[in-house]
């Protein structure tokens, strides 16, 4: 069974949007992705219907939105293969999760001279929270290194792992390179060192059949806006053992359990980690979300994507001479990702002119500079990434685009 | 198929911003400038490093420029750096100031546009929001820069 991909984009109202009156051809998948109806709907829904806070009133909306807002937990769960709704925590999003990670458990289990290793094509928002906790520990930051093609350079792994690792934080799948890593192999020479693993699945997740318990991690985090949910909501999964013995992220109402002008008690998981009132909309979108991806089937999802990128690899291929462009060559080894780079045109003035033709692309650094610019040695890529509701057609609309941008260029740029 | 009309980009890529961008004026370093600032947009990775000398009437004696970017950065630094030659800092100081009103869609008199010279062509970058930063960066660094240099005085 294929997907019907004229079926799926008729869920999706933006998709009929013109752009400076041409139709929009949304490329930018990567950063955000759009909204089917299905998704909306579960919103308004809430706030027409039953909007309450959860977990508190005894009143029918209130209940009401607390069993839609923990079977949104189980749904989500359930989809990325938790073994139970109480290892997920909702989080703004990937950067929330990854922060709660390196807060609570980071600060408690990460001392002078213990090591975090990560690599090289990290996103920042698996980085940065490292290297602050490094710096207030006194913890050295190691790096798995990117080859050539924009894959993993495994060669060290056996020396860049060993007793001093506590934690191994890295992407499932690169969001500037499109590099899907190997990252159970590598989850499980962490673990025989005695270190944990963090997943930033944030890639992954919307695009991919996943499953914690699979893939043996003891941290996972994803966004809900780029798995077709609303923004604002994300999870985290945190196995068992690990969640019960870490400290509260953030405190205050939700979390608790009995509060004197003392001391207080900590709530239950995995409210616990959910101080405030939650993003309750939010969740219950991302739910929707979930169920139209399981509607459709994660290997369909994977299986049509990875026919997309082969053909847009294929159909970019033709301008190589005036394009480099990023990432593995293998398939199997790469998600839905186009990044490019030309000597001729930078990647903002080329996201621009795409713009005029109603073309979303990404066009910086992708919250990856040390990547881009130390690795690939550029200032910034353009980036094309797609999705479910992305077609042939607008591959070759982008090469189209491409074409007349480099004419438009090399026209007004001619050399005196 | 669809044309990629790019009518609407005559104004941004204005004749003379493209020869700025090809080739670019008074691009290089100077050794132990007076005034020396590094401008970077966090949002697209745009580098501009600006270098001034004075002479003894505190006016722009040399300056050059290096760093990376797009079109529109690199050519308003370019341009920069031929317009504050020989200008005193307060006069670059409104040359600045001018850039912003021209941007923002103020009534220039004549002599203004007079003393703006070529970055007149910056003009067609209010349309284009997003790139607003990016013909800002080299004066906003220049800014930086004289700011922390009579600071030091």
């Known amino acids: ?416 | 198929m669809r044309d990629t009309s790019f009518d609407q980009l005559d104004d941004l890529y204005q004749e003379v911003i493209l020869d700025h961008y090809r080739n670019p004026r008074n691009r290089g370093e100077i050794p132990s400038p007076h005034v020396s600032a590094r401008g970077f947009n966090p949002y697209c990775g745009d580098e501009v490093i600006l270098a001034l000398n004075l002479d003894d009437g505190r006016r722009v004696d040399a300056v050059a420029f290096s760093g990376q970017g797009c079109s529109i950065s690199q050519a308003s630094a370019s341009i920069l750096t031929e317009l504050v030659k020989g200008k005193s800092l307060a006069e670059t100081r409104r040359l600045s100031q001018l850039l912003r009103s021209l941007i923002h869609g103020d009534e220039l008199t004549d002599e203004e546009l007079d003393l703006m010279g070529e970055m007149e062509a910056l003009r067609g970058v209010r349309r284009f929001p997003i790139r607003v930063k990016c013909a800002l960066l080299a004066w906003a660094t220049l800014d930086d820069g004289i700011e922390e240099y009579e600071g030091g005085q």
């Not at chain 1, 994507?305 to 394009?323: G, I, N, P, Q």
């Not at chain 1, 000597?343 to 979303?360: S, Y």
Request: hydrophobic share 40%; net charge negative.
């Open chain 1, 1 to 416: 069974m294929t997907l019907d991909v004229e079926k799926i984009r008729r869920d999706f109202p933006i998709l009929s949007k013109l752009v400076y009156g041409k139709p929009l051809v949304y490329l930018d998948n990567a950063a955000t992705s759009q909204k089917p109806r299905q998704v909306i709907q579960a919103l308004v829904d809430y706030y027409e219907g039953y909007n309450a806070n959860v977990h508190r009133g005894v009143h029918a909306l209130s209940m009401e939105s607390t069993e839609r807002y923990e079977e949104a937990r189980r749904k989500v769960a359930g989809f990325i293969g938790a073994p139970s709704p109480e290892n997920l925590i909702f989080v703004r999003n990937t950067t929330e999760g990854i922060n709660l990670a390196a807060s609570s458990w980071g600060a408690a289990n990460i001392g002078p001279g213990d090591e975090i290793l990560v690599t090289e094509m990290e996103h920042h928002s698996n980085l940065v929270p490292w290297q602050r906790l490094a710096k207030a520990k006194g913890a050295r930051m190691r790096f798995i290194p990117v080859t050539e093609e924009g894959t993993l350079d495994l060669s060290d792994l056996d020396t860049l792992l060993n007793h001093r690792t506590k934690l191994v934080a890295m992407t499932h799948m690169s969001n500037v390179l499109g590099a899907i890593n190997p990252v159970k192999d590598i989850g499980a020479k962490a673990h025989a060192v005695g270190a944990r693993i963090l997943i930033d699945a944030a890639q992954s997740v919307p695009h991919m059949p996943v499953n914690v318990q699979d893939l043996d991690c003891d941290f996972l985090a994803f966004s809900s806006h780029k798995m077709l949910g609303p923004t604002g909501i994300g999870g985290l999964y945190v196995r068992s053992e690990t969640l019960e013995k870490m400290e509260p992220f953030l405190t205050g109402g939700e979390m608790v359990l009995e509060v004197t002008y003392d001391y207080a008690t900590w709530n239950d998981l995995p409210m616990r980690f959910e101080a405030g009132t939650p993003n309750i909309a939010g969740s219950i979108g991302l739910g929707a979300a979930v169920d139209y991806l399981e509607s459709l089937g994660m290997e369909q999802v994977h299986r049509r994507e990875r026919e997309l990128t082969a053909y847009a690899l294929d159909t970019l291929k033709e301008l190589s001479e005036e394009f480099n462009f990023y990432g593995p060559t293998d398939l199997n080894a790469r998600g839905a990702i186009v990044s490019f780079n030309s000597p001729d045109i930078h990647p903002h003035d080329l996201g621009t002119m795409l713009d005029q033709g109603g073309i979303a692309i990404r066009a910086g650094h992708h919250c990856a500079m040390p990547l881009i610019r130390d690795r690939l040695g550029v200032a910034a890529t353009a980036r094309a990434s797609f999705y479910i509701y992305n077609t042939k057609d607008e591959v070759d609309l982008l090469k189209a685009a491409l074409k007349d941008a480099l004419r438009y260029f090399s026209k007004t740029l001619a050399p005196k």
